[in-house]
C-alpha cells in the first residue's frame, strides 16, 4: 500500500485536509493533523496545536515544539513516503517540501501561501520544490502561470469551502436546541481557532456584546468553539456570566456543551449579525451570506513587521476577491469594543447596508469556481501517485 504524508498547520487546512483524506481509502496515511483528519483516520505523527502560531512573538514562544515537530516529520520522509502532500502554512511547509525533494519524494502543495501578499520570495521555493500546486482562488493562475512547466504543474480546481459550508439546522431547531426563546436575534461571536486570537479577540468581543447588550434588548451572544480551544473559551467567558451567551462545539469535542456538526456555520447562518476574526472563517461567511465584519489584533511588533510586508490593502479574503471593502475591517488600535458595538449597531439599524453587503458576498462567492473542488484534488494526488505524472 503506498504511502502518503500530510502537513496540515491550521483548523482551516484540516477542514480541508480531511475531505482530501476521506477521498483516498487505497492509501495509508500519515499526518500532521487536527481532530477532523484524526476522525477520519489518518495516523498522527503530531498534532496541529503543537505548531499553529501566528506572528513573531508567539513562534518564538513555541520554536522547540516545532522544531521538535519538524524533525519527526523528516524521519517519517526518511523511512519511506511514495507523496508529500503540504496545506499552505509556508514557514514550516516549504522547509518540508524542500526535505522531501532531496529524498526523491513527489511534492503537492494544496492551497498556496498568500504569496500575492506577502513573501513573493517563496515563489521561487515553492517552483522548486512542488511537482503539483493545487489552487483555490482563481487570481493565482496569473502569478504561476510564468512558471508550468514539465516539472511544476499548475492546477485551479475551484474553492473546497463552496462543498464543505453546510447547515442542518433552521433557526427554530438551532434556538430549541440552545434554549433560546424565539423573539431573540442571535449575534454571532467567531474569535478564531488559535491559542492567541482567543486569547486577544475574544475578551474584546465580549466586551463588545456587553456593550451591545445595554440597546439590544434581544440579542442573544453565541460562541463557536473550535474543538482545540473549547476550554480556553469557557474560561473567558466566565467573567460575562451577565450577558445572554451560549458556547456551542463540534460534535468531536468532549465537553458538556451543546455540539453540532458544523457549530461556526450554524451560526454564521442564524445570526442577524456576527463579528468574525480574519481569516478562512471570513470567507465561509462570505458564502453563507448573511452580514458581519471581520476584526484582528495581534502583538505590535508583528504588526510592525506585517505592515512592511504586505502589499495588498485588506486583510479578509472577502476583501481581496472583491477588489474592493466589502467586509468592514476593525484592525489592530480600531479592534476595541467600543468600535466593534457602534459598527454592529451601524448595520443592524441600517437594512439598505446589510442588503448591500448581501449582493457583495454573492458576487464574491460566484469567483470562487465550481464545485467539487475537493474531488478534483484527490482526483490529481490519486494520478500523481499511481502514473507519477498529472
Not at 121 to 133: A, F, G, H, P
Not at 138 to 163: A, Q, T, W
Not at 288 to 298: S, W
Not at 320 to 346: D, S, Y
Amino acid at each position: 500500500m503506498k504511502k502518503i504524508f500530510i502537513s496540515v498547520g491550521e483548523i482551516s487546512g484540516d477542514n480541508y485536509a480531511c475531505e482530501i483524506v476521506k477521498r483516498l481509502k487505497n492509501y495509508q496515511i500519515y499526518a500532521i493533523a487536527g481532530p477532523k483528519m484524526e476522525a477520519a483516520g489518518v495516523i498522527p505523527v503530531a498534532s496541529i496545536k503543537d505548531i499553529s502560531v501566528v506572528g513573531l512573538t508567539e513562534a518564538l514562544s513555541k520554536y522547540s515544539k516545532i522544531k521538535e515537530v519538524f524533525k519527526k516529520s523528516v524521519e517519517i520522509l526518511k523511512e519511506g513516503v511514495d507523496l508529500l502532500v503540504v496545506v499552505d502554512f509556508p514557514g514550516f511547509n516549504i522547509k518540508l517540501i524542500k526535505e522531501a525533494k532531496k529524498l526523491g519524494i513527489k511534492t503537492v502543495y494544496f492551497i498556496s501561501p498568500q504569496v500575492w501578499a506577502w513573501g513573493k520570495s517563496r515563489i521561487k521555493d515553492i517552483v522548486e520544490n512542488t511537482d503539483v500546486l493545487i489552487s483555490i482562488l482563481p487570481f493565482e493562475e496569473e502569478i504561476y502561470k510564468p512558471f508550468v512547466s514539465n516539472k511544476f504543474k499548475f492546477f485551479f480546481v475551484g474553492h473546497p469551502l463552496l462543498d464543505i459550508v453546510k447547515t442542518y439546522e433552521t433557526e427554530e431547531s438551532f434556538k430549541q436546541k440552545l434554549s433560546i426563546p424565539k423573539h431573540k436575534k442571535i449575534i454571532g461571536l467567531l474569535a478564531g481557532s488559535r491559542e492567541s486570537e482567543v486569547n486577544v479577540l475574544l475578551p474584546i468581543m465580549l466586551q463588545s456584546a456587553r456593550l451591545l447588550s445595554k440597546t439590544l434588548e434581544n440579542a442573544h451572544f453565541v460562541i463557536p468553539a473550535t474543538v482545540n480551544m473549547v476550554e480556553k473559551v469557557l474560561e473567558k467567558t466566565k467573567d460575562f456570566k451577565d450577558l445572554p451567551l451560549t458556547v456551542i462545539t463540534s460534535n468531536l469535542s468532549e465537553f458538556d456543551i451543546p455540539k453540532f456538526e458544523n457549530p461556526s456555520y450554524e451560526v454564521m447562518k442564524h445570526s442577524v449579525f456576527s463579528i468574525i476574526a480574519s481569516g478562512t472563517a471570513t470567507l465561509e461567511a462570505a458564502i453563507i451570506g448573511n452580514p458581519f465584519i471581520l476584526v484582528y489584533k495581534v502583538s505590535p511588533i508583528t504588526y510592525f513587521i506585517g505592515k512592511r510586508l504586505v502589499s495588498i490593502p485588506f486583510l479578509g479574503l472577502p476583501n481581496i476577491i472583491a477588489g474592493k471593502e466589502v467586509v468592514p475591517e476593525l484592525l489592530q488600535e480600531r479592534c476595541t469594543p467600543l468600535n466593534i458595538a457602534n459598527k454592529t449597531l451601524e448595520f443592524l439599524f441600517d437594512e439598505k447596508l446589510q442588503e448591500k453587503q448581501k449582493q457583495d458576498l454573492l458576487e464574491v462567492k460566484s469567483k470562487l469556481g465550481e464545485k467539487k473542488a475537493i474531488d478534483k484534488a484527490a482526483e490529481i494526488i490519486s494520478t500523481l501517485l499511481e502514473k507519477g505524472q498529472v
